[in-house]
């Protein structure tokens, strides 16, 4: 079943924060973030893993609750070039790990 | 390294013909997984492939199938394509295990068209 994010959008200023949440109603293996940019590939962001390793871009920070099956990324400071859509991706785990993505949160970031 | 490369990067065809999207993955990654792309869905895994067998499967009908080479590179095909099937096709690659526990690489997909 695809994760549900929010907000489904969002516009910023630069320099403002923004938060934006993936949740499941399965229990969790792990959660994977991308951005992808108009007219390009998504690109990998960071892994969030069961037990609390995590795997990412050092200036990426993101939390994963076990319990409640919820992500969230933290885009602090925005830049220009954080704009793009987000999506989160999870892995249920147990016979089948497969990724499965919502639909993805659009942030705008203005000048 | 190279990145992944997806051929065509275009396509257009008509209602009830067969495409063939082919796929070449990061050197040594073994993992090649495909996402259907429509602006209403969002990213839907179709299939992965490992070692030259299907380790998963998404939720499409039998029209949408695949295989992986022994030099890791992938091709799926749609038979009998409907309208509903114009999407962004993405493959990515990954050195992942069983358990996805690494990042995919994604190519920059084959535009499909129907009409």
């Known amino acids: 079943q695809q994760p549900v994010q929010s907000p489904q959008a969002v516009i910023l200023r630069e320099g403002e924060d923004a938060v934006i949440n993936c949740s499941s109603s399965k229990a969790l293996y792990s959660v994977h973030w991308y951005r992808q940019k108009h007219g390009e590939a998504p690109v990998f962001l960071m892994i969030?893993?069961?037990?609390?390793e995590q795997k990412g871009h050092e200036k990426i920070s993101a939390s994963f609750n076990e319990k409640k099956q919820q992500s969230s990324l933290y885009l602090t400071a925005s830049q220009l070039s954080y704009s793009g859509t987000y999506f989160c991706?999870?892995?249920?785990?147990?016979?089948?790990?497969?990724?499965?993505f919502g639909k993805g949160t659009l942030l705008t970031v203005n000048p | 390294k190279a990145g992944v490369t997806q051929t065509p990067r275009y396509l257009i065809k008509t209602r009830g013909q067969q495409v063939t999207l082919s796929c070449s993955p990061i050197s040594g990654h073994r993992s090649v997984s495909w996402y259907q792309q429509t602006p209403g869905q969002g990213l839907q895994f179709l299939f992965e492939y490992f070692s030259e067998t299907q380790r998963n499967k998404g939720n499409f009908p039998g029209r949408f199938s695949g295989r992986q080479f022994s030099n890791s590179r992938s091709e799926m095909n749609v038979s009998t394509l409907e309208l509903g099937d114009s999407a962004l096709y993405l493959c990515?690659?990954?050195?992942?295990?069983?358990?996805?526990?690494?990042?995919?690489?994604f190519g920059p997909g084959t535009r499909l068209t129907v009409l």
């Open positions: 990515a690659s990954s050195e992942s295990g069983r358990e996805l526990r690494n990042e995919q690489f």
């Open positions: 969030l893993l069961k037990g609390g």
């Open positions: 991706g999870t892995v249920s785990g147990g016979s089948n790990y497969k990724l499965t």
